[in-house]
């Protein structure tokens, strides 16, 4: 069934036998939290995986996950520990919202875009809550935000628009705020480019391709996230050109999106890279001090408003939270949950050596990265394959991801250059201390470098999707 197919992930964790009975622990949440708190929110949890120090559970949506992390998360974590020791993590995965509980998000009633009778229809979705009014300007993103604004007033005047940007720096939130302000009078069409593989995967297989052509050909506007995705896909490359030409020429409005520009996206076809950067091509940048702030002082207004409560963090406190989120936006939000959480169980205004506190319980998940989990995110990243890169050849593109990975693996994790050098097909620690000096000489002189390893190391603590 769709509701269960998730992207591949974590196949650098190694899976343990599965040894908890979920229906036990929902019991013993129940007894925790209360029958009126476990109703509305741990009995909708659902265990997807299990592995051996930490669990994926499944959440109807992004803000029921946003509320269970900030609200229980610590005691949920508590519980499980009871019948499992080594569980020292959670991560959520949103799954399909149930039907029956659509009091939270009404996603249903507020999305009209195109009828279609498939299951497409399950991942054009637009989030109410990603709009422009709620997305804060700032120096990082004031020409993004402004020209995303201009399409809607003037369709087709850039096209393509293309926002590039690093991980979680609002750029799937821009394309929402631009398919909810243009579904009512255009016929939508909001997907990532991964769904768009696996619509177009399915298709073939089903022999249908005559309908997956004609859908996605009759949007007016088209929004399509994370475009880096089809990278060395080939057959999915040729898809998508003719998809975009076909869109073009009869006129109709395309946004992407995608973590570098154009120009960068490696093993992407040289006709389809001059396609999309053809239009206008928009960057937003990591944010600065004083957008964090703007963003912490909206999230806390919105909480309060949402849940009628008073929520108090000094300034000192926003202070301190805006600078210890370097990286970006989506991490700032996370850390500003659980200081409020903490702020709600100790029922106190909290001060700045409190929050470091919190934080150094967050950092301190980082020891749970382990090298493997590096390898595979690097390899990735770089799109290169896993044993390439371990591998003896010394060629650039496949030495500087390795020696990227063991300056992570040495920064990150707390194992031994000489351990680390076994890892990596059993070099001497003496390559590894090399390639930590390079890294971090290049680290400071280039700026594309020191891009890349905050990129990865943000996909490295990213706790959800
Ligand atoms: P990306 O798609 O670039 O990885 P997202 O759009 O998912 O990033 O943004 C990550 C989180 O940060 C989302 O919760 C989003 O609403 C929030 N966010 C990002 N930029 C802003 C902004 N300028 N104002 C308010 N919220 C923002
Ligand atoms: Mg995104």
Redesign the pocket.
Known sequence: MEKNNFKKQNAYVSEEEKTLDWNEIQTAFKKTFGTEIYTSWLQKISLVKEYNDYLILGVPT?FFRDWIVSRYLDKILEQVKNFKLSLNRIEFKIIEEDKSNTDLIKIEEINKITEIKDSILNYNRLNP??NFN?????KS?DIA?SYSKKVCEHLSRYNPLYIC????????????AIGLELQSENNVMFISAERFMYHFIKSIKKNDMVNFKDFFRKSSVFII??IQFIRGKESLQEEFFHTFNSLMDKGSQIII?A?RSPMKLDRIQERIKSRLAGGLVVD?ES?DLE?KK??IN??ILEIQDQFKENINLNEDVVNFIANESKT???E??GILNRVIAFSRVNNKELVVSDCRNILKDIFSQIKVITVDKIQNVVSNYFNIPLSDMLSQRRSRPLARPRQIAMYLAKKMTTRSLPEIGRRFANRDHTTVIHAVKTITRLFDQDDEMKKNINQIKSLLLEQHQ
């Open positions: 992004r809550k990603l709620n997305f804060i300007k700032g993103n935000l940007g690093g991980v979680g720096l609002g750029k799937t939130h821009l394309l929402n996230d994370d999106s973590d937003i944010p957008l703007n963003i909206k999230k970006n936006i989506r700032l939000i």
